[in-house]
């Protein structure tokens, strides 16, 4: 009967699927690939031309700002 009971213990633990670390681990994975789709990384810090997009585990995924020309507007007068 013990051994039925070691067994049967045994048995439940292994099926009740990954353990919390392996969760997390793949979150992480997920994570740093998501970061390293929209061209950011994971640093410590991010500088003041990068936005933090999520965080990796558990330090910032930093992006560059795209750098956008300022609009000239042109001023037209009409003279008559």
Same mark, same amino acid.
């Given at each position: *009967? $013990?051994?039925?009971?070691?067994?049967? @213990?045994? *048995?439940? &633990?292994?099926?009740?699927? %990954?353990?919390?670390?392996? $969760?997390? @681990?793949?979150? =992480?994975? =997920?994570? $740093?690939?998501?970061? !390293?789709?929209?061209?950011?990384? #994971?640093?410590?810090? #991010?500088?003041?031309?990068?936005?933090? !997009?999520? !965080?990796?585990? @558990?330090? %910032?995924?930093?992006?560059?700002? =795209?750098?956008?020309? %300022?609009? &000239? $507007? /042109?001023?037209?007068? /009409? @003279?008559?």
């Amino acid at each position: *009967v $013990k051994i039925l009971c070691i067994f049967l @213990t045994f *048995v439940f &633990t292994v099926s009740c699927g %990954p353990s919390v670390s392996q $969760k997390k @681990t793949k979150e =992480d994975i =997920d994570r $740093k690939r998501e970061c !390293y789709l929209v061209r950011g990384a #994971c640093k410590t810090s #991010c500088n003041r031309w990068e936005y933090i !997009y999520n !965080y990796c585990n @558990t330090e %910032p995924c930093c992006v560059v700002r =795209d750098y956008q020309k %300022p609009v &000239t $507007k /042109h001023i037209t007068t /009409h @003279t008559e």
